[in-house]
């Protein structure tokens, strides 16, 4: 298949850009923690109730409980080859614990907007995964999948608490809504660190792009609820819709001053960072989303055009170790990612 | 007059680029200090005494006495607006000093490769300039231009020691010869402080590429000799011949190291400075150096091609803050400068 082919049907529904506050928000996402009342969480569970719980849910599966979403496969980890496990995670259909763990499974829908994996932390983590600023849609798409499930099985549930999950961080809705944001007039205007800092003050957790213990790479910063315990999943969401309407607005204007102030400095950075993307035969992926944060933010403020903006969601995933290693179909070594990166990037950038 | 033309038009011989080991040498100079019996040196002759000197020089020219040198105007040093006489320095016919002073001439010859200011530290300072590695044929056409002088004027010599030269350190022969190396496989392998450092235990002078007090841009070294006195010409050119051919073949051999251990390392460096420079909207004479520098070893070792290897001479000269000037026919303040030779490389480079 030739590459142009790969990248195209490599394009999760989350990953097309075209999402509401494009400009600021990359993707929104919310994910449920469940747990099956029969078993012990999975890791105290032993390898046939594992096996028993996979089964159970991939049989249910099979005769029709998901069918309205249209998840046409059960991937089961242990299945796909170890260097295509990470290319999962990097489209963020799994976590890199799961894709690490090698066992345990994976739904996934057509547009990949909806996936649940079995066996992660919790027996069940649905997940939901929309483009732009769509909290509100990505739990509504979530929680009608946590309705189908419910219909099938009797999750782990106390009337005082509300769900149980493995982590007690997650007991009560078992909610994450998270939504990432590319944030780079915050930062090259100083005052990222300020507004970070302030919202991390009222109820709200940032991180890196791959969520916990994540170093944030070219700007993008993930923001999501600390608190899952005592609250109404609508009233989580609401208040972090909130918070996060209030950082696209100063990222926006941060924007609008940095092109004001020294258009041209700013011009110099954009356009250089277009030129080594464009020419870098070897290249990090630290280095990579630097750039090209630069270049969406080059394209967000018309200093550079021709480009399609997407090509931030498209590094932030393809450029990724996991993820090169499926588009080239080899284990490669951390010096041959940094120029199969290179050679990735620069036929991206050539378009 | 479009930008093309008026490049074209700068194009000294010198610059062409096409003299013997050019893929290292770019130019070859001589300089005979000669001053007028009669008249005390410059620095100490009253204006009108300056004046005489530079009315008996225009007019011996003006009767034939250079005909067969093509020389075909008198430039006076006053009548050149400021900002245009420091064009005339970066291309190496006149010195900075002489046009920072403000007064004194040259006469240049119609390829460039003669000139002779008139009234600089010496009444006269004869100067031949050749592409490549040429010495000797440098010093053969200077030696040329010394004799028509030597016919029509009272030099002031003494039989003990030779030529009388304002500064003692050109006493005798009065002669400098220089070649202007460019050595990046010597700098990227780190061996450039050694070669360097241990040239200058025989006789031989590094600089920049403006000679005495400037700094080294682009990795270009002007190696030269430093005894004037007690010397043959012929001995001191071929000396310094011996040693410039040893520099050069150290260069050539270093490169071809440098493209054999870690090619990769070496091509990224050579294209991501083609996109910097290809791309930038602001940049600096010594960053626009450090860069072409790269991008010329990369057209040396066929790491890229399509562009022509006189990018480097190019730069060399018009990248400098006098030639924009008179490029852009302004006066541009230091960031305006970043900002056209920035326009100016990106024009160079598309070709």
Known sequence: MSLD???????SRWMTGDGPNNSVAIS??????????????PGRASPSQLEEVEQKVRRWW??????SLGITDYISIKDIPENERLALADKHLISPKLA??????????????????VNEEDHLRIQS???????REAWNLASQVDDLFDAGFCYAWSSQ?????CCPTNVGTGMRASIMLHLPGLAFSGQLALVLGTISKVGVMVRGMFGEGSEAQGNVYQISNQITLGQREEDIIEALNRVTDQVICQELDARQKLAGTDNLALSDRVWRAYGILAN???ITSTEAMEYVSLLRLGLDLNILEGLNPRIL???????QPGYLQKIYNQVLSPRQRDVKRAELIRELVKK
């Open 100 to 117: 690490r763990q090698g066992y345990g499974g994976v739904l996934v829908n057509k547009d990949e907007s909806v996936s649940v994996m």
């Open 28 to 41: 929104s996402r919310v994910r449920l923690a469940r747990n099956l009342a029969e078993y012990p969480f």
């Open 313 to 319: 969601q498209e590094l932030l995933v393809f450029a």
């Open 129 to 135: 995964l929309m483009s732009g600023s769509q909290l």
């Open 161 to 165: 608490t509300g769900y149980l999950t």
């Open 5 to 11: 082919n790969i990248l195209k049907q490599s394009l």
């Open 280 to 282: 870098a035969r070897v």
């Open 62 to 67: 099979n005769t029709g409980g998901l069918e």
